[in-house]
């Protein structure tokens, strides 16, 4: 006579086991990553300050962009507003360079900030640091000449009181302690307030910024082009 059927107990290779769950890890970071996008465009459409017009005649600041992250250049002295004592010459590693008659000023994640000088030197490590949230933030603050509006450099027209709002928000995003050495001899840090995370990121903070002084600009910007969208070319 035959044997009978083998009777196999089916078990579970853990290599498979861990590819399947890391497969699964991966397709809902895809969904995440999806939805956050989605959710940017959406919003980012959406106007504060919808009924806002440009003033003919004001005070003239300007929005720039480097593909990635947005800030806020000024000039040192309009409507009563004085940022030479905010960001003084000392503070500089060439003192010379607060010649210059603007400043451009940006918010962000320390460690981001200090960590990556040049774009080579973005880790993912540190991307998902600032993502995942950190109370540690800086204000980044560059002196330059007037801009030349273009493709990356929008110009925004505010009325004097509008002017004050917006400076009064950027003053309210410094903290205490003194200045960190910038990447250049013509800029400097220094410690910020708030947290950032990847729903209060660099570029949100500048649209905040716009959306206090009254400017029209959409109610979610986490992305660069989220906040250039709502900025006239020329």
């Known amino acids: 006579m035959g044997a009978g059927p083998v009777t196999r107990t089916s078990t579970t290779?853990?290599?498979g086991a861990i590819v399947r769950a890391a497969g699964r890890v991966a397709a809902a970071m895809l969904a995440l990553g999806g939805a956050y996008v989605l959710?940017?465009?959406?919003?980012?459409?959406?106007?504060?300050n919808a009924g806002w017009v440009a003033p003919a005649a004001g005070v003239?600041?300007?929005?720039?962009?480097?593909?990635?992250?947005?800030?806020?250049?000024?000039?040192?002295?309009?409507?009563?507003?004085?940022?030479?004592?905010?960001?003084?010459a000392r503070d500089l590693p060439d003192p010379r360079y607060a010649a210059h008659d603007h400043v451009a000023v940006g918010w962000g994640e320390r460690h981001f900030y200090l960590g990556t000088p040049t774009w080579s030197d973005v880790r993912l490590a540190t991307v998902l640091r600032a993502a995942l949230g950190s109370p540690?933030?800086?204000?980044?603050?560059?002196?330059?000449?007037?801009?030349?509006?273009?493709?990356?450099?929008?110009?925004?027209?505010?009325?004097?009181?509008?002017?004050?709002?917006?400076?009064?928000?950027?003053r309210a995003s410094r903290g205490m302690g003194a200045a960190i050495p910038g990447y250049a001899r013509y800029d400097?840090?220094?410690?910020?307030?708030?947290?950032?995370?990847?729903?209060h990121t660099c570029?949100?903070?500048?649209?905040?910024?716009?959306?206090d002084s009254g400017v029209r600009i959409g109610w979610w910007t986490p992305f660069s082009g989220s906040v250039m969208r709502w900025l006239p070319r020329g």
Not at 156 to 164: A, C, I, K, S
Not at 188 to 199: H, K, S, V
């Open 203 to 211: 570029n949100a903070w500048t649209g905040d910024t716009l959306a």
């Open 39 to 48: 959710a940017a465009l959406l919003l980012s459409a959406i106007p504060r």
């Open 13 to 15: 290779h853990p290599v």
């Open 136 to 170: 540690d933030t800086l204000l980044h603050v560059e002196h330059v000449p007037r801009p030349t509006t273009g493709e990356h450099v929008r110009a925004v027209t505010l009325q004097p009181q509008e002017y004050h709002r917006l400076v009064a928000t950027i």
């Open 188 to 199: 400097a840090f220094y410690p910020g307030t708030g947290r950032y995370d990847a729903l």
């Open 60 to 88: 003239m600041i300007w929005v720039e962009d480097n593909g990635v992250h947005t800030g806020i250049v000024m000039p040192k002295r309009a409507a009563g507003v004085d940022w030479t004592g905010d960001f003084p």
